[in-house]
């Protein structure tokens, strides 16, 4: 058998040459070109037939192993490491927001699980109905059912659940369901979580900031009480937890004003994107030195963050929809809290 007459690389897609090689080769093996035990090319020999870097291959084959599509044996070269696993499952992706955050989560689960599976995205924009319709319109449809489970109330305050949806997603088999981001303590059995804790997780990042975090003499939060899209309640008992612990003086705000009274010795806590603008739009109109007069933390980390220095609070997003991707391919079950971070920049 000669694997090149199966292994396509196109050339003109933004498609990166090692996730090609990646794709490839898992669909020829839900295809059945390959079977266990088949031996496929050096790294030498791949990248010569494609006129590709060695490390483009080297971070193709770096992949497969790790996900157990292939093994080496030293001194023989790759072999086809298991086919049961990689064979084609249907997944339907249920999100509560269209949001940066839950799309790095989203995005993070499709590189992991790469060619072994079609997912479905469905946005259900913490409307109880809406998610509703969507499971009982696609009961016994997919392999696996993804549920990031944040809902509002009527009067558009956060909760996890209600009875309906309980009740909706209990009927889900367990080897087929995956929770993620929020727990949910009452569906009982044993399936997929990877979560955040969003009290302790909040309360143990202020905990790792506190030797800048102490310097100032006010801490304030913006968190909605109200919104299109709630915010938990646990990441505000989090919050008055580390600053009845540690006696720090704090205010808590629905948002942040358009003609908000500052004071050197101000941190404040934004949740929302338009907080964190409006905030150090303010800051520097008022000619106030940011991180140094008046500190700025943004709850949940983006790369745009990252360029502007503004120091976060935040979960690993793409190591949630890793993780979540590596345990259905590896048939694992369990709960996994995901990591959360103080990650210091010069906003405080």
């Given at each position: 058998?000669?694997?090149?007459?199966?292994?396509?690389?196109?050339?003109?897609?933004?498609?990166?040459?090692?996730?090609?090689?990646?794709?490839?080769?898992?669909?020829?093996?839900?295809?059945?070109?390959?079977?266990?035990?088949?031996?496929?090319?050096?790294?030498?020999?791949?990248?010569?037939?494609?006129?590709?870097?060695?490390?483009?291959?080297?971070?193709?084959?770096?992949?497969?192993?790790?996900?157990?599509?292939?093994?080496?044996?030293?001194?023989?070269?790759?072999?086809?490491?298991?086919?049961?696993?990689?064979?084609?499952?249907?997944?339907?992706?249920?999100?509560?927001?269209?949001?940066?955050?839950?799309?790095?989560?989203?995005?993070?689960?499709?590189?992991?699980?790469?060619?072994?599976?079609?997912?479905?995205?469905?946005?259900?924009?913490?409307?109880?109905?809406?998610?509703?319709?969507?499971?009982?319109?696609?009961?016994?449809?997919?392999?696996?059912?993804?549920?990031?489970?944040?809902?509002?109330?009527?009067?558009?305050?956060?909760?996890?659940?209600?009875?309906?949806?309980?009740?909706?997603?209990?009927?889900?088999?367990?080897?087929?369901?995956i929770i993620m981001d929020n727990p949910v303590s009452e569906i009982k059995g044993?399936?997929?979580?990877?979560?955040?804790?969003?009290?302790?997780?909040?309360?143990?990042?202020?905990?790792?900031?506190?030797?800048?975090?102490?310097?100032?003499?006010?801490?304030?939060?913006?968190?909605?009480?109200?919104?299109?899209?709630?915010?938990?309640?646990?990441?505000?008992?989090?919050?008055?937890?580390?600053?009845?612990?540690?006696?720090?003086?704090?205010?808590?705000?629905?948002?942040?004003?358009?003609?908000?009274?500052?004071?050197?010795?101000?941190?404040?806590?934004?949740?929302?994107?338009?907080?964190?603008?409006?905030?150090?739009?303010?800051?520097?109109?008022?000619?106030?030195?940011?991180?140094?007069?008046?500190?700025?933390?943004?709850?949940?980390?983006?790369?745009?963050?990252?360029?502007?220095?503004?120091?976060?609070?935040?979960?690993?997003?793409?190591?949630?929809?890793?993780?979540?991707?590596?345990?259905?391919?590896?048939?694992?079950?369990?709960?996994v809290k995901n990591p959360f971070h103080f990650i210091d920049r010069d906003s405080?």
């Amino acid at each position: 058998m000669n694997i090149f007459n199966f292994i396509k690389i196109n050339e003109s897609s933004r498609v990166p040459k090692y996730r090609q090689i990646v794709d490839s080769i898992i669909y020829n093996i839900s295809a059945g070109n390959l079977k266990m035990d088949d031996k496929i090319p050096s790294i030498n020999r791949f990248s010569e037939e494609y006129l590709l870097s060695r490390d483009t291959v080297e971070k193709a084959y770096s992949i497969l192993r790790e996900r157990k599509v292939i093994i080496s044996i030293r001194g023989k070269g790759y072999y086809i490491a298991r086919t049961k696993l990689i064979s084609k499952v249907n997944i339907l992706f249920l999100i509560n927001k269209l949001s940066s955050y839950k799309m790095r989560i989203y995005n993070s689960f499709i590189d992991s699980i790469g060619g072994t599976a079609h997912t479905n995205l469905f946005i259900y924009h913490c409307e109880e109905e809406l998610f509703l319709n969507l499971l009982e319109k696609n009961r016994n449809a997919y392999d696996y059912y993804v549920i990031m489970p944040h809902f509002k109330t009527e009067k558009l305050k956060h909760t996890s659940y209600t009875p309906e949806v309980i009740k909706a997603i209990d009927q889900i088999p367990k080897e087929k369901l995956i929770i993620m981001d929020n727990p949910v303590s009452e569906i009982k059995g044993n399936y997929i979580e990877t979560y955040q804790d969003f009290e302790n997780d909040i309360y143990n990042a202020l905990k790792e900031g506190f030797g800048k975090i102490s310097k100032y003499e006010k801490l304030i939060i913006t968190y909605p009480e109200e919104s299109v899209y709630p915010y938990p309640k646990r990441i505000l008992h989090g919050f008055r937890k580390f600053c009845s612990e540690y006696n720090i003086d704090f205010e808590v705000l629905d948002e942040i004003y358009d003609d908000m009274i500052l004071k050197k010795g101000d941190l404040f806590i934004t949740i929302s994107e338009s907080d964190l603008v409006n905030l150090v739009n303010q800051i520097r109109n008022q000619e106030f030195e940011l991180g140094d007069d008046i500190g700025v933390i943004s709850y949940n980390d983006t790369p745009l963050k990252q360029l502007l220095g503004i120091t976060c609070i935040s979960t690993d997003f793409q190591v949630m929809g890793e993780t979540a991707a590596r345990m259905i391919m590896d048939k694992k079950k369990g709960k996994v809290k995901n990591p959360f971070h103080f990650i210091d920049r010069d906003s405080i």
